[in-house]
């Protein structure tokens, strides 16, 4: 039996991609634990943190992938891009170079995660307006040139964190509901260990080797 905390509708995976440094980790505690830690260090490999929020009157819990920035874990996290339905690419909007390797991240989410994958470009650490080194516009007609939301957020000052969150699960459970069945293809809560991530296109459950509709749980 699950605990009240640990009931939901929705499961979701997003990662947090980009350069290392740009403030993913930040991006992550600040929502998930509502934390910023001016002494965080390079994430290595991989963590993920989850918290719920309340879309359209339903449970989203959202599964927060954070995969580290360095070359050299490129090979480890490339592996978690699997089941992910969401991403967010974030650059230093005081660090041009972050954003020019946007497009190097862009590639490497088509190369590994599903087609169907909502991504959202996040310009982080706002706060530093007097060290800009990328524009507002500049980056908000990338986005547009290559279909994808955008934001600028800062974990620091929690400028948009909560928003950019909130907008790219919301995205994805509009996506789900527009596919699911007549029923809604609502499951019963479960914890994370217990439940299949859903998926926007049909996926192989890898347990069984049977496939999964959308928005169906696993048991």
């Not at 290392?20 to 980790?25: A, E, F, L, R």
């Not at 505690?29 to 290595?44: A, D, P, Q, V, Y």
């Not at 918290?51 to 996290?77: H, M, P």
């Not at 957020?153 to 459970?173: C, R």
């Amino acid at each position: 039996m699950t605990s009240k905390e640990e009931e939901y509708d929705f499961l979701f995976k997003v990662v947090l991609i980009g350069d290392s440094g740009v403030g993913k980790s930040n991006l992550l505690s600040r929502f998930t634990r509502n934390e910023f830690n001016l002494e965080s260090k390079s994430t290595i490999g991989v963590e993920f943190a989850t918290r719920s929020i309340k879309v359209d009157g339903k449970v989203v819990k959202a599964q927060i992938w954070d995969t580290a920035g360095q070359e050299r874990y490129r090979a480890i996290t490339s592996a978690y891009y699997r089941g992910a339905v969401g991403a967010l690419v974030v650059y230093d909007i005081a660090k041009h170079m972050t954003y020019e390797n946007v497009e190097r991240w862009l590639k490497e989410l088509k190369d590994h995660a599903d087609t169907n994958i909502v991504i959202m470009l996040a310009g982080n650490k706002c706060d530093l307006r007097h060290l800009r080194a990328v524009s507002t516009e500049e980056a908000k007609k990338f986005a547009e040139q290559h279909s994808l939301s955008f934001i600028e957020t800062s974990a620091l000052d929690s400028t948009n964190v909560e928003a950019a969150f909130q907008n790219i699960l919301t995205e994805i459970y509009n996506i789900v509901i527009q596919k699911a069945p007549a029923d809604g293809g609502q499951g019963g809560g479960g914890s994370v260990s217990e439940t299949k991530v859903i998926k926007i296109d049909d996926q192989k459950d890898e347990k069984s080797g049977s496939k999964m509709k959308c928005c169906q749980k696993g048991n």
